[in-house]
């Protein structure tokens, strides 16, 4: 297995986690294939992927039956069901995170997009998953909203795993980190075992590309041509030269001391969204020590089929990565107006996902009963 391009890019010190969940892959053997096969260390997931897995097959039925019949609502029965997936699937990959001290072995469940704008009802509803799932190896998502920075810290501070997403900003990330490190305090000043807490910060990646290089298609010249698919490996690089920096800081050091450990950036949204770019694009380009990169299963197949991986492409690259966010600015393209957008529309897809989520779980209760 050494010789595989996923094994070389764990030897980066890249963290493959699969972008998927399903009951289907729990009692299929899948995940623990792919552990034992890809290199796989982690699994994440949300209400799109979890929308997916309800509305095709039916290994979820005999779990909606028991709900039904015990008169559960909709709502409560989605808490069950995707916790148990999650629960479950913790236990497959519980080894791991031995293995590894906690550092991987992570599955995540998502807060209610809905609650993205409630700081209080987010850092709520992460004590009941954490409860709910009860296992030390789940991570709780929480998105990057203003709102959700505040639920970072409160969540972080009653010592729960955290998986903060849809990041897009650099101004965000560094306001992710504070979060993250204010959480820690918080945490270390009650009591909490600092080295049981772990955190990624998931910042998305082709996103970024899709938004700018329609933008760069309206402009048209060969100039704004020149610089499509670069915007989103540019941004993450930058985002890891201020994860370097940030946790260089006096503040975080005193917390590493005392047993915290840094919150990996995770590169999300790594599937390629044109079909003309190199299908490993988003996994090539961004292999560098002390990171994540959470892939759907199209991605980690191609990265095990041929993904070309060199060794860290990210340290060094900051220049360059600024002279791109640099020229994109020189063509009107604000990089705020681009990143407030994508954070935008970004809870809105989730909001959309869960509900539709809601209606297949709905209309299979009402099935059942």
């Not at 930058?238 to 994860?243: D, I, N, Q, R």
């Not at 590493?256 to 390629?272: C, F, I, M, N, Y």
């Not at 070309?308 to 640099?326: H, M």
């Not at 970004?346 to 539709?356: A, C, D, L, R, Y």
Request: proline share 2%; charged share 25%.
């Amino acid at each position: 297995m050494t010789s595989t391009p996923t094994a070389r890019l764990s030897d980066v010190g890249v963290s493959i986690w699969l972008d998927d969940l399903s009951r289907d892959r729990i009692t299929s053997g899948s995940l623990e294939r792919l552990i034992a096969e890809r290199n796989v260390v982690g699994v994440t997931t949300n209400p799109t992927i979890f929308a997916a897995a309800l509305a095709t097959g039916t290994t979820y039925d005999e779990q909606i039956r028991d709900l039904a019949a015990a008169g559960a609502d909709v709502t409560s029965a989605v808490f069950e069901i995707t916790t148990d997936d999650v629960a479950r699937a913790s236990d497959i990959f519980a080894e791991v995170s031995r293995a590894t001290g906690g550092r991987d072995g992570r599955v995540s469940i998502e807060v209610e997009p809905g609650l993205a704008h409630d700081a209080a009802g987010t850092a709520q509803q992460a004590r009941e998953l954490w409860a709910k799932v009860d296992r030390a190896n789940a991570m709780i998502k929480i998105p990057a909203t203003v709102e959700g920075l505040e639920a970072i810290t409160e969540t972080i501070a009653a010592g729960i795993s955290v998986n903060v997403t849809l990041i897009f900003s650099l101004q965000r990330y560094r306001e992710v980190v504070e979060a993250y490190l204010a959480g820690l305090e918080k945490a270390k000043d009650a009591g909490h075992d600092l080295s049981s807490i772990h955190s990624v910060a998931s910042f998305f990646v082709s996103r970024v590309d899709s938004e700018i290089d329609g933008r760069l298609n309206a402009l048209g010249t060969p100039e704004a041509l020149a610089l499509k698919s670069k915007a989103g490996i540019a941004n993450a690089r930058l985002a890891y030269e201020a994860f370097e920096e940030l946790f260089a800081s006096d503040r975080a050091q005193a917390l590493l001391a005392a047993g915290a450990t840094v919150q990996r950036p995770l590169w999300a949204s790594t599937g390629v969204k044109d079909p003309s770019l190199p299908d490993t694009l988003y996994v090539t380009q961004l292999a560098v020590a002390h990171t994540v990169n959470t892939m759907p299963e199209k991605t980690l197949e191609a990265t095990f089929d041929h993904g070309d991986i060199t060794g860290d492409t990210v340290s060094g690259s900051y220049d360059e990565a600024r002279e791109v966010l640099a020229a994109l600015e020189a063509f009107g393209i604000s990089y705020d107006e681009v990143t407030a957008k994508l954070e935008k529309e970004g809870v809105e897809k989730f909001i959309v996902s869960w509900n539709e989520l809601l209606d297949t779980v709905s209309a299979a209760l009402e099935a059942a009963r």
